[in-house]
């Protein structure tokens, strides 16, 4: 295979590299002074995630000042069910609101408002003329499973004891929410796809809560349904997979979602994943973001431990989550020589 111009998609594709591309999970955010600058100019997040410029100036400002192999789009996974009908607010230190909640409302009560999303796509446009070259631009979107629990409870929970409970007590209910979810996920990603971005993640944060039948039922099903989907529409486009906490499942994961890659969150042994994923099937992770917090010895045995993981398998380098707000941005950079063998290469001005 020949090597590709852009070093992550090449990845994402199956390639090997001497040196893993990065980026960082939650990369344009709250630890850059100039993110904190412009959401205060905005007054917050949803008018920030909904103007396209100033959304692609965020999505923009991680590569302008680290040279990230990657740009992710900047916006929430909250933005399907705001279109499906949901109102959201982001609330300052309380985390963002979904109302009407679904453990009291019936599905069939929300109106579409599919415009909602009309925003994002026109910051992909935005950021797919922006970037260097060889910058891949990811897109995302929630697992099913993930925003179902904020559509239930109306917030985040620490155990989504709400939404599993009603997983367990309606089922046929519940489906309805995950197929509806997923029916317009497949969509949302295919226009951010279409939009220009090149590779696109799906994030299961809460994937960890569930029992290995459950885990079946709400993560592994919903999550085959959409790349199957997606493949349909968009066969070359790489798709990635983080079920957070997925643990042991994580193999099954792989096998049956039919994702091109899967993320590893922090808890998981890099060598274990290696020994048991299914062979040559590209690995993303799974630094702990804490020990980027901490740096030092600690941030850089880390960092050698999993680079020494992965010698005969594609990987990316990137957090297990995303990264904390309070990390030090010398940290990050420490870590972005650290990866590429001491050199830190000058990011390309872009924008």
Same mark, same amino acid.
């Given at each position: ?26 990369? *344009? ?264 917090? *901490? ?57």
């Amino acid at each position: 295979m020949e090597p590709s111009a852009k070093p992550l998609l090449g990845v994402l594709q199956g390639q090997r590299a001497a040196r893993p591309p990065m980026w960082l999970m939650r990369q *344009a955010g709250r630890y850059l002074p100039e993110y904190r600058a412009l959401r205060a100019e905005k007054g917050g997040f949803l008018a920030l995630a909904t103007d396209p410029a100033s959304a692609a100036e965020v999505t923009i400002q991680p590569i302008r000042r680290f040279g990230f192999d990657g740009a992710i789009l900047f916006s929430d996974i909250l933005m399907v069910p705001w279109a499906m009908g949901q109102d959201l607010t982001f609330g300052v230190g309380e985390g963002p609101r979904l109302a009407p909640r679904l453990a009291e409302h019936a599905l069939g009560d929300l109106s579409a408002v599919i415009a909602r999303l009309d925003p994002v796509y026109a910051t992909v446009r935005r950021v797919a003329g922006m970037l260097p070259a060889a910058t891949t631009f990811l897109g995302f979107a929630g697992s099913p499973w993930t925003v179902a629990t904020y559509m239930v409870a109306g917030q985040g929970s620490k155990d989504q004891a709400e939404t599993r409970a009603m997983a367990y007590r309606d089922p046929v209910a519940f489906a309805a929410i995950i197929d509806a979810i997923t029916a317009l996920t497949i969509d949302y990603l295919s226009g951010q796809i279409e939009a220009g971005v090149e590779a696109v993640q799906i994030f299961d944060s809460w994937a960890g809560t569930l029992s290995p039948a459950q885990f079946e039922r709400w993560v592994i099903a919903p999550n085959a349904a959409i790349v199957a989907g997606l493949k349909a529409r968009h066969p070359d486009v790489p798709i990635i997979g983080f079920p957070k906490g997925a643990g042991g499942k994580l193999p099954a994961y792989a096998r049956e979602t039919g994702v091109d890659a899967v993320g590893l969150d922090e808890t998981v042994d890099p060598r274990w994943a290696h020994a048991n994923l299914p062979d040559n099937m590209p690995v993303q992770g799974n630094l702990d973001p804490l020990a980027l917090i *901490a740096g030092g010895d600690a941030l850089d045995a880390a960092v050698d431990r999993i680079l020494a993981a992965f010698p005969d398998r594609p990987h990316v380098f990137n957090l297990g989550h995303g990264i904390d707000q309070h990390t030090p941005i010398a940290h990050v950079e420490h870590v972005v020589a650290r990866v590429r063998g001491g050199v830190t290469a000058e990011p390309e001005v872009v924008g």
